[in-house]
């Protein structure tokens, strides 16, 4: 099995492992033909963003233990919907991504430019 690729064309790193993230809940952002939702993009979660996906139907910090969901507060990992993170950034409340954790397949919905302005691993990328 070939190893998912990151926005930048590197290997996929892991995005978060407590809580464990990612749509198979393996910790990384990998992706597949079951993954309606598109869990790609390893953000570091915000209080406002938090506020702004509750407001729009999606409460991402009440825990739901049959799903394997811990509930979220500001500062964890989460691999969240490309989809979503592009609302909340159109809404101005985007939270930050590690781009090194973010698969390959947000450039379908986000440019790449846009992930790098809100790009957390920026000193990585550059070194």
Known sequence: MTRSKNVLGQPLEPCCFSPRTGFY???FCNTGLEDFGSHVICAEITAEFLEFTR???NDLSTPVPEYHFPGLKPGDRWCLCALRWKEARDAGCAPPVL????HENTLQVVPLEVLQDHALDVEERSS
């Open 99 to 102: 781009l090194a954790s973010t």
């Open 25 to 27: 809940r393996d910790g």
């Open 55 to 57: 407001s729009q139907g």
